[in-house]
């Protein structure tokens, strides 16, 4: 497979295989506390997309241990990211983020910080504290950008203009941060066309990309759009074909974290053969290697 995964990235950089550990930072958005707006972007859950994060009553310290234990069953991986999941995690008091921040990089075999957040959340003082985080381990933020069409936008309730993801990811880059993007494959009246453009974008202005399936869950606004009928969804074959173009208009530094996601079986909605994680990946794997997709192949 002629792409640059997250594995090859991770084995590269730090010599051997290393885990994810999603970290709960108890916060919230302000797409919901009433500062934009109080329903939350139309896709996300309750949980803020953090279904698979440590308990959130725990400290940092104890949710890393929480995540070790549970990944031992299944890995003998010895280093971890730290990885602050649901809602935004830089939309706290600095105080706040620095104490919980420097808790999870403190821990000697927390090998890197990633730290999901909205590109509206990035005042001069949590850059400040994220420069001085990056000089004493890596640290990651990933982007929600998700479309660069803004009739998806406004769909969606993203309640930021593009300019504000290109400011983000050039601030980021002058202190030297690793900027990984969020785009969701599949939204409502987007065509291939409208997707492979957002791909695209996001690829000259990123370090990694995560290519998501658009998947509907319960309790969401979307859902009562889905359930009314007012949009379809991708079939996984036509999920694939699209794929199969994102990564090679991709170009060949950008690191794929993920190309497909498979959202809490206890919410999803549809589509269901998302949750077949295994049969998805094993499709991929077949489709990139009857095409021979090889990454950057269409980026110029």
Same mark, same amino acid.
């Given at each position: 497979?002629?792409? $640059? ?15 994810? @550990? ?22 996300? !859950?309750?949980?803020? !997309? ?39 995690n830089t939309y706290a008091p600095i105080e706040y983020l620095e104490k919980i921040f420097t808790d999870a990089i403190s821990e000697p075999d927390i090998v890197a910080l990633s730290i999901a957040t909205r590109p509206d959340c990035l005042g001069n003082n949590v850059l400040g504290l994220l420069e001085k985080l990056n000089k004493i381990k890596p640290v990651w933020v990933e982007l929600g950008l998700q479309t660069i069409h803004e009739k998806s936008a406004d769909y969606i309730r993203r309640m930021y203009p593009l300019s504000?993801? #290109? ?7 002058? @202190? ?13 009246? =987007? ?15 990123? #370090?990694?990309? +995560? ?14 759009? $889905? ?13 694939? #074909? ?5 990564? =090679? ?12 996601? %498979?959202?809490?079986? +206890?919410?999803?909605?549809? !589509?269901?053969? !998302?949750? %077949? ?20 192949? +269409?980026?110029?």
């Open positions: 497979m002629n792409y $640059y995964s997250l594995n090859k990235y991770l084995k590269n950089t730090f010599g051997e295989k290393v885990y994810k @550990i999603s970290l709960n930072g108890n916060m919230t958005c302000p797409n919901r506390d009433g500062t934009l707006g109080t329903r939350g972007c139309i896709f996300c !859950s309750r949980g803020g !997309s953090g279904e698979f994060a440590s308990d959130a009553l725990l400290p940092v310290h104890g949710q890393i241990d929480q995540a070790k234990l549970r990944i031992k069953k299944k890995s003998d991986c010895k280093k971890f990211i730290a990885y602050f999941q649901p809602f935004t504000v993801y #290109d400011s983000a990811t050039e601030n980021l880059h002058k @202190i030297g941060i690793n900027v990984i993007t969020h785009i969701i494959l599949g939204l409502p009246n =987007e065509s291939k066309k409208m997707m492979l453009e957002s791909v695209k974008y996001a690829g000259s202005k990123t #370090d990694g990309i +995560k290519l998501q399936l658009l998947h509907v869950l319960k309790n969401t606004d979307l859902c009562d759009d $889905y359930e009314s009928g007012k949009f379809d969804l991708l079939s996984m074959e036509d999920y694939i #074909d699209i794929l199969c173009d994102c990564v =090679e208009v991709l170009p060949e530094n950008v690191v794929i974290h993920r190309l497909t996601g %498979d959202g809490d079986k +206890k919410l999803l909605v549809a !589509s269901m053969w !998302s949750a %077949d994680k295994k049969r998805v990946l094993n499709s991929i794997n077949r489709e990139f290697a009857k095409r021979d997709i090889t990454q950057g192949r +269409k980026a110029k």
